[in-house]
């Protein structure tokens, strides 16, 4: 019994046990040290697959649509020569084995049977005819190069293959050394070269006698196109460089290449050059590749990376040469079992509804496939399919229930616990005209594409929900439900359901909203539209159907439109109503929506994103969060037992360096419990949500009319990491309201500035401090331009009964300079009673910041800007280099003002009044470690005046910032500074010229004292020459 045969190595070794050794390193080696030979199989060994579990993979699909026909799996043999060198029925027998195992194949120039002979053995297998292409080298008789051509696109071929990468043989010295040459009796007839022909030649010389090494794109791609129909493919490219060349030159795909290593030694692994090249066809034309596959993980891998198909060239050679038609079946069977079960074992897939099968006008079918081994969640993976997805509320407006049943084409979705969703045909059939006109071959609809009896598939969609609306070449909104399109008159619930915002923002340029528009007769009328925004823009779909761009439509809403149709032969003008009532009414829904679609900044769309979780509408409460979770870049788990109060939370926390939830409304209502996440409002399915205030219930729109964000937060935020109820940490500027009445408020800042509240309502001043958020912008769409405000945003808050601090009232705004050298302090908002105000306090950076250089710059650089600022400044500089460095908090908590000082830190002298910083040198890099002096700081204030308060603090703030925050280098950098001003002076007075050319220097008598000076330093007396006697 034989060794058995389980993986293109085993077919190898039989290979090489059958062929000479002669044959084995013709096919097998490359040139020069065949580095990239190796290099093309190892690079696959870097990159790791991700799979996904618990997915059902039972009917598992590997085939694809490539060449514009559909093969077994993403694989095809490369157009290798002198095949029958290997076994004698050559490229017949790989012909025949390609047929029987449903892939295409590449014939080569050098093959040893014609193209007619290759495709006829194709046939003669009854199993479908394969797609055969043409490999071409540029050839010096172009008479010669046009025949081939010419027979190649009779026999069938469907594309040729330009080699490009072989204007010469690259170094093989395998083959020089043993003055290799075709074996007698092999011929290449494509060429027309007889055996005896071939004979008289190496392999080497035979090639340069016909091959042309003046190539070039400008030539010989318009003189292809000029002598054929097929599809020109260019093969051997490495770079983004060549893609956009083959793109600029009308090419129809191109292969990733480096000739399995036989040409230039040295290049990179095609899978290394893959990523590149697919960026720079950026979808617009196909990218193959070849080399180094040995197993199906190989072609999964690549397929993963964005190409759309692989070629095998060597192990199909393995296979004739181990058995010949069989050895080749058993190889395709090897890789294509491989790639199936590695394929099962990632799990990833996708379902989406074929658009063609809609649009069949005798019988609409609505056909699902499954597309397994993609990857939803890589932006890069080009071979996710052209589909399109739909955007929709389940609930249907009143018009497209009236146009469903007139239609009379009712379909029922299954939702199990014998449930139903009834949608209409027509709605499917107007949807699948839309993404067809798109460019799209596929639609995806969550009503059919996701499972709606298993729960367990609904968790895995929703989880993945923002990728599915992302990577779709377009979204669909259907805004009165998909049972039918509607005109944009009519009112529709779209706007209000919480999904329909991350589906309508992920990818705002790709959203169009499709509506009922007859067909505009341009023929007979022009149409003027009132209005300085922007016009009416529609894509006629067919008749009665268009598609509007979502953005377009809504500043057409927002700006007024009129339009006024003209005869073009009487000039009668008639006005065509034009009112957009498909968003609603609610100005807080629309002005959030288009915050998301077209903010200025990050800080403006998630600020926009949070106040739309507390105005929309959804089934279930846990939805506030899942459907918007994407769309702020956090990734929760979908678990429904949760409730909505953790799940808002949890967002909150995750999304604290950016903390949106702060600024929803102006006075919206806050709980003790939440911290400072404004209380949720009461939950109402399929309704907009409202407060209890006064036992009266007011909608959450109330609440969430501001007209500013916060663009720049000053407040840092930490959250417990094991409770969400432990209140929120804070690290603020926080100054305590000094005076408080019944007609004003207001805080004074360390300088003895004073700031009144005047502006605000005096009933919202009901804490006893504030805290600065962070500077406040207006809340301008794009066409307003991005304004500033008048500073920084600040909260009142204030200690409860309980002893909680809680945030009151609405915000309000100070001036930016009051703020700027303002102290900053710890605070717990929420969470247990019984928190302090604590002022900020530095800890000894660790000892691994010494490894880290660009931290200990990062903290020269601030530590120069706070040169003459107050102690305080210095310390936030110094802090945020040390929260910079590390991976924790950007501040700790310090119970009590007093620090216990560390036995190896050096003691401050006895006039030391404040914080010091001493630099010490250690190893390779620096820390900087501060300490208490013996004197505390701050000082027991409580039984001095107020005046004496406000004294002793400026004092030792003054004190501090000069006496220890300024370096000794900083001293030598501003005397070097004067140095070079002085010495600039100096020579633009002497050596510059000034004026007019010929008139004299103004400082002409001081440039011929300061000259005569020089001389009379550097130059010796004269002294008399005495003869010598």
């Known amino acids: 019994m034989g060794t058995p045969i389980l993986c293109i190595d085993d077919i190898r070794k039989e290979a090489e046990k059958k062929l000479e050794k002669s044959s084995t390193d013709f096919f097998n080696s490359g040139s020069t040290d065949q580095v990239t030979v190796r290099e093309n199989s190892t690079a696959f060994a870097k990159y790791r697959i991700r799979p996904r579990v618990l997915k059902d993979v039972s009917n598992a699909d590997t085939s694809v649509t490539v060449l514009g026909r559909k093969i077994a799996f993403p694989l095809c043999v490369s157009p290798a020569g002198i095949q029958a060198l290997a076994h004698p029925d050559g490229e017949l027998a790989t012909a025949r084995a390609c047929a029987k195992r449903g892939v295409h194949m590449g014939v080569s120039s050098f093959s040893n049977y014609t193209v007619e002979e290759v495709i006829a053995a194709s046939k003669e297998t009854g199993l479908g005819r394969t797609a055969h292409v043409m490999q071409l080298y540029t050839m010096q008789d172009r008479a010669l190069q046009e025949r081939v051509i010419r027979r190649a696109e009779a026999a069938g071929c469907v594309a040729i293959f330009l080699t490009a990468d072989s204007p010469v043989l690259g170094f093989r010295y395998n083959e020089w050394r043993n003055d290799w040459r075709t074996p007698a009796g092999l011929a290449f007839p494509m060429l027309e070269k007889t055996t005896e022909m071939i004979q008289s030649q190496t392999h080497d010389e035979s090639f340069t006698v016909f091959n042309s090494d003046s190539h070039s794109w400008a030539y010989d791609i318009p003189w292809l196109r000029s002598k054929t129909k097929m599809q020109i493919w260019i093969k051997g490219i490495l ?61 999964f891998k690549a397929i993963a990376l964005g190409a759309q198909c692989c070629w095998v060239g060597r192990p199909a050679i393995w296979g004739l040469g181990y058995d010949g038609e069989k050895g080749v079946t058993k190889t395709l069977d090897i890789l294509y079992d491989e790639f199936k079960r590695v394929m099962q074992l990632a799990g990833c897939w996708l379902r989406l509804i074929t658009v063609s099968d809609l649009l069949n006008d005798d019988n609409p079918t609505l056909i699902l496939s499954e597309w397994r081994g993609l990857d939803i969640t890589n932006p890069g993976d080009s071979f996710i399919p052209k589909y399109a997805t739909i955007s929709h509320s389940w609930a249907a407006s009143d018009e497209v229930q009236r146009l469903s049943e007139i239609a009379d084409r009712p379909l029922r979705i299954d939702l199990g616990n014998d449930k139903y969703h009834t949608i209409s045909w027509e709605g499917l059939v107007q949807a699948a005209k839309a993404a067809q006109h798109l460019g799209c071959v596929f639609i995806w609809l969550d009503l059919t594409c996701v499972h709606q009896n298993s729960s367990e598939d609904k968790k895995l969609q ?79 779909v067919d008749d009665d159907l268009a598609l509007s761009k979502l953005q377009n439509l809504l500043s057409c809403r927002k700006r007024g439109l009129e339009i006024t149709r003209v005869n073009k032969s009487t000039k009668v003008k008639t006005r065509v109503p034009f009112i957009v009532r498909c968003f609603g009414a609610d100005e807080s829904l629309i002005t959030a929506l288009e915050g998301v679609l077209r903010g200025h900044t990050d800080e403006m769309k998630r600020s926009a994103a949070w106040r739309s979780i507390y105005l929309r509408t959804s089934t279930k409460p846990q939805d506030m969060v899942f459907s918007v979770m994407h769309l702020l870049g956090v990734s929760i788990k979908v678990d429904y037992d949760r409730t909505r109060e953790d799940l808002i939370l949890e967002l909150a926390r995750k999304t604290k360096d950016l903390p949106s939830w702060l600024d929803i409304g102006e006075d919206i209502p806050f709980d003790a419990r939440f911290g400072l996440v404004p209380a949720l409002p009461i939950f109402h399915p399929n309704d907009m949500p409202s407060y209890d205030i006064d036992r009266e219930l007011v909608p959450a729109n109330r609440y969430t009319e501001s007209g500013t964000y916060i663009h720049e937060y000053d407040i840092k935020i930490q959250t417990s990491p094991t409770s969400i109820f432990d209140g929120d940490l804070i690290c603020a500027k926080i100054f305590p309201i000094t005076f408080q009445n019944v007609s004003g408020a207001s805080i004074t800042s360390g300088d003895g500035e004073k700031f009144d509240f005047s502006d605000v309502d005096q009933k919202n001043v009901t804490g ?120 924790s908090s950007p501040f700790r908590l310090s119970s009590s003002p007093k620090q216990p000082q560390s036995q190896s830190q050096p003691q401050p002298t006895e006039d030391e009044d404040a914080y010091r910083y001493e630099y010490e040198a250690e190893n390779e890099g620096a820390y ?51 140095g070079i001003i002085i010495f600039i002076v100096i020579y633009s007075l002497l ?17 011929k004292d300061f000259f005569a000076s020089i001389n009379s330093l550097f130059s010796a007396p004269e002294r008399p020459i005495k003869k010598k006697e």
């Open 768 to 887: 006893s401090h504030v805290v600065v958020l962070g500077e406040a912008r207006v809340y301008a769409l794009a066409h307003l331009g991005l304004m500033h405000f008048g500073g920084p945003q600040v909260i009142f808050v204030g200690r409860s009964e309980r002893g909680i601090w809680e945030r009151h009232g609405k915000r309000a705004f100070i001036p930016g300079k009051f703020a700027e050298n303002a102290w900053r302090w710890h605070l717990t908002i929420g969470g247990k009673p019984g928190s302090e105000i604590t002022p900020l306090v530095l800890q000894s950076i660790p000892p691994f910041i010494a490894r880290h250089g660009f931290v200990i710059h990062h903290f020269f650089l601030e530590l120069n800007k706070s040169l003459n600022t107050s102690l305080s400044r210095t310390l936030f500089y110094t802090q945020r280099a040390t929260y910079a460095s590390t991976s």
């Open 462 to 540: 929703i989880q993945h929900m923002g990728h599915v609306y992302q990577r779709s070449v377009a979204v669909i909104v259907m805004p009165g439900g998909v049972a039918s399109a509607q005109g944009v008159g009519n009112t529709a619930p779209w706007i209000t359901r919480a999904w329909t915002l991350q589906e309508a923002t992920l990818s705002p340029e790709n959203v169009h909203v499709l509506i009922k528009e007859p067909r505009w007769d341009t023929t007979n009328y022009d149409y003027e539209y009132g209005t300085t925004g922007p016009t009416y823009q529609i894509d006629q």
């Open 239 to 299: 770079t983004a460089e060549d893609v956009l060349l083959a793109r600029q030159y009308g090419c129809d795909g191109v292969l990733v290449s480096n000739h399995g290593g036989r040409q230039l030694d040295g290049t990179p692994a095609t899978l290394d050059a893959l990523p590149e090249c697919i960026a720079a066809a950026d979808g617009k034309i196909p990218v193959h590749i070849d080399g180094g596959f040995r197993t199906g993980a190989d072609i």
């Open 991 to 1007: 050596f510059m010229e000034w004026g007019k050319e010929g008139e004299e220097h103004p400082f002409e008598d001081f440039r």
């Open 928 to 978: 900087y470690s501060p300490y208490r002096p013996k004197r505390q700081w701050p000082p027991d204030m409580s039984k001095l005046s107020p005046k004496h308060q406000l004294r002793l603090e400026r004092k030792y703030r003054r004190r501090a910032a000069l006496k220890y925050a300024r370096p000794r280098w900083v001293k030598f950098t501003k005397l070097a500074q004067w």
